[in-house]
């Protein structure tokens, strides 16, 4: 009878520590589900990013090209109207207006860019640390 009590007392002890070995596993998995989780939504915020930069890019280089056009523009009225006529010379005026704020929203673009540019390897940075928390 004391043997098989000492049985049933080994089973029960036995069958304690599987099921805690069993709850440690399962909460286990549970973080990594949840650390896959915020990688995925990470990862997304990631790409909305990476798109954000490609339209940003898109519209510098329209900008650009727009300067380039009107430096263009503004060169052939130099030299194809003389210093004297009014018109000419309020065009020209328009035209270096325009030029100076495009070249300001390129300066603003480029600010931008730079900050979205950091923040982008920041979140990066905390995407390794988390992988690497993954795995190990």
């Given at each position: 009878?004391?043997?098989?009590?000492?049985?049933?007392?080994?089973?029960?002890?036995?069958?304690?520590?599987?099921?805690?070995?069993?709850?440690m596993?399962?909460?286990?998995?549970?973080?990594?589900?949840?650390?896959?989780?915020?990688?995925?939504?990470?990862?997304?915020?990631?790409?909305?990013?990476?798109?954000l930069?490609?339209?940003?890019?898109?519209?510098?280089?329209?900008?650009?090209?727009?300067?380039?056009?009107?430096?263009?523009?503004?060169?052939?009225?130099?030299?194809?109207?003389?210093?004297?006529?009014?018109?000419?010379?309020?065009?020209?005026?328009?035209?270096?207006?325009?030029?100076?704020?495009?070249?300001?929203e390129?300066?603003?673009?480029?600010?931008?860019?730079?900050?979205?540019?950091?923040?982008?390897?920041?979140?990066?940075?905390?995407?390794?640390?988390?992988?690497?928390?993954?795995?190990?």
């Amino acid at each position: 009878m004391n043997g098989q009590r000492r049985k049933l007392d080994e089973d029960m002890s036995k069958s304690v520590m599987k099921n805690n070995s069993l709850d440690m596993a399962s909460m286990e998995q549970k973080k990594a589900d949840e650390n896959v989780l915020r990688l995925i939504e990470h990862h997304k915020r990631e790409k909305e990013a990476i798109l954000l930069l490609e339209k940003k890019l898109d519209a510098k280089q329209k900008l650009e090209l727009e300067i380039e056009e009107m430096k263009g523009n503004l060169q052939v009225m130099k030299r194809m109207g003389g210093d004297d006529d009014q018109k000419i010379q309020e065009k020209m005026k328009e035209i270096d207006e325009e030029l100076k704020d495009k070249i300001e929203e390129i300066d603003d673009l480029e600010a931008l860019n730079q900050t979205l540019l950091v923040k982008e390897h920041k979140s990066n940075n905390e995407l390794q640390e988390a992988r690497k928390e993954l795995i190990s």
